[in-house]
């Protein structure tokens, strides 16, 4: 079974701050994890993602995340946050379908993130 | 331009009713999904689909059943809508696994 938390259903800060959105998952295998953003009234649009290696990866907009085995996260980051990053931010976790037939992809319930100017 | 395109972007059906929501990418993606998403919830995958007629359940296939008879064109069918079906559903597609998934803007579907 896989599964990916996101604690902080809410995130408020002001302009400026750093940010840091927290995401932990349940996998049996080595996660392949990913970040999507969505915009007020948009679709998802992806981030980033970690298959291997480098255990901080960069993505767009200016994001990145941490991955980290010991505690089985993947939390992600920017500084300083802009307003514009205000919007719904969404942890996901690659794995496998029960059935072996393929992969599927599993979201957390999200973080709607604030940032005021 | 890659793009996923759904439609229709909002549809009122009342219960009983049999919904068609259709999807279609430009990419040539052989994978292909259908997610709910509810307050609170997140998304759930409904169905997935590896390419033309092979198609697999997701974590909640109930109530659905999907179509794929040609690559770029996806559909999800639910027969006997009900009002507990009143979601979000986006699609998605991607080129295979590890992969960017592309989401479409989504069908707002309301069961009366």
């Known amino acids: 079974a896989q599964s990916v938390d996101q604690p902080d259903a809410h995130v408020t800060l002001s302009e400026g701050a750093s940010l840091e959105l927290r995401c932990s998952y349940s996998?049996?295998?080595?996660?392949?994890l990913f970040w999507y953003v969505q915009y007020p009234g948009q679709s998802l649009q992806f981030l980033l993602k970690?298959?291997?290696?480098?255990?901080v990866v960069k993505g767009t907009k200016g994001f990145e995340a941490e991955f980290r085995k010991s505690n089985s996260s993947f939390n992600l980051k920017k500084s300083p946050a802009h307003w514009s990053d205000s919007a719904k931010y969404f942890c996901a976790l690659e794995g496998w379908l029960q059935q072996g037939t393929g992969s599927k992809l599993s979201f957390g319930k999200g973080a709607k993130l604030t940032v005021s100017p | 331009d890659m793009k996923v395109t759904q439609m229709p972007r909002y549809l009122i059906k009342r219960m009983g009713e049999n919904v068609l929501l259709e999807c279609g990418q430009d990419m040539s993606h052989e994978t292909m999904y259908w997610y709910r998403q509810d307050p609170g919830l997140g998304l759930q995958l409904i169905y997935i689909?590896?390419?033309?007629?092979?198609?697999s359940e997701g974590d909640i296939p109930k109530g659905y059943r999907v179509s794929r008879k040609k690559r770029e064109h996806f559909s999800l069918i639910l027969d006997s809508a009900k009002t507990n079906q009143t979601s979000v559903y986006f699609c998605?597609?991607?080129?295979?696994?590890?992969?960017?998934?592309?989401f479409g803007k989504g069908t707002r579907l309301t069961v009366v």
């Open positions: 996998y049996s295998a080595a996660p392949y």
């Open positions: 970690y298959i291997t290696g480098d255990t």
């Open positions: 689909s590896y390419d033309v007629d092979s198609n």
């Open positions: 998605a597609s991607s080129s295979g696994t590890i992969t960017e998934v592309f």
